[in-house]
């Protein structure tokens, strides 16, 4: 079972660069999250999505896009890269609202390091 | 300011001792979860918890939630050197219900 896949697992960037992360989940599951993880600082929300073509803003969106055209696919984009967004990145999926008890199912994570 | 509070931060004990963790908070949770993420990993759910009062087994692992729904506890009997790994608790709230995540309790069990 592949669950919750991304990639890359590990990018060095300059600042001012761009790039995508890629998320895929095969479980079929409407709602989709991006997070970072900051060492000592638990997970923060970035981007999510309650499904195809619908996405919404989390905590910490300044610097990030996201895109949902597909039920599987949960791209998260970095425009100009900065210092601060040095972090581990992660990608989670849910089959129903966390208020519904819902599980979140998440991937291994894409250590992105910004120079 | 952190919404959700985890205490202690670090916790470093022998195999065989006992544990609890604490997740506190001012604001009412529908819902609260705990995760354990090892090294390089994602977070697993380990519970959720959803009714004030509620306690939960999961083998050597108790939950509880608080009768406000503000505050949890799990507590590890007989800790073992494979409970070792950083113990989140996250909670939903909001018109989305997403969830919030404490910043974690990591703990180091050595034999």
């Known amino acids: 079972n592949a669950g919750v896949t991304q990639t890359p697992k590990f990018r060095i960037l300059k600042i001012g660069q761009s790039m995508t992360l890629q998320c895929a989940q095969d479980m079929n599951h409407n709602y989709m999250y991006w997070y970072r993880q900051d060492p000592g600082m638990g997970l923060k929300l970035i981007y999510y999505s309650v499904g195809a073509g619908i996405t919404d803003k989390g905590e910490v969106p300044n610097g990030y896009n996201v895109s949902r055209s597909t039920t599987e696919d949960f791209p998260l984009r970095l425009e100009l890269a900065a210092p601060s967004q040095t972090s581990v990145y992660f990608c989670a999926s849910s089959y129903s609202r966390p208020t519904n008890t819902g599980e979140l199912f998440f991937g291994e994570g894409s250590r992105l390091t910004v120079l | 300011t952190q919404l959700l509070e985890q205490s202690p931060q670090f916790l470093s004990i022998q195999e065989g001792e006992n544990l609890t963790v604490y997740c506190n908070s001012s604001?009412?949770?529908?819902?609260l979860q705990w995760y354990r993420q090892e090294p390089g990993e994602g977070p697993v759910l380990l519970v959720t918890?959803?009714?004030?009062?509620e306690v939960k087994k999961l083998k050597r692992l108790t939950f509880q939630f608080g009768d406000a729904r503000k505050d949890s506890s799990l507590h590890i009997t007989a800790a073992q050197p494979g409970d070792t790994g950083l113990y989140l608790c996250?909670?939903?709230?909001?018109?989305?219900?997403?969830?919030?995540f404490g910043k974690g309790t990591k703990l180091s069990v050595k034999p």
């Open positions: 918890v959803v009714t004030g009062g």
């Open positions: 604001s009412v949770f529908s819902s």
């Open positions: 996250a909670g939903a709230r909001g018109s989305q219900g997403n969830l919030i």
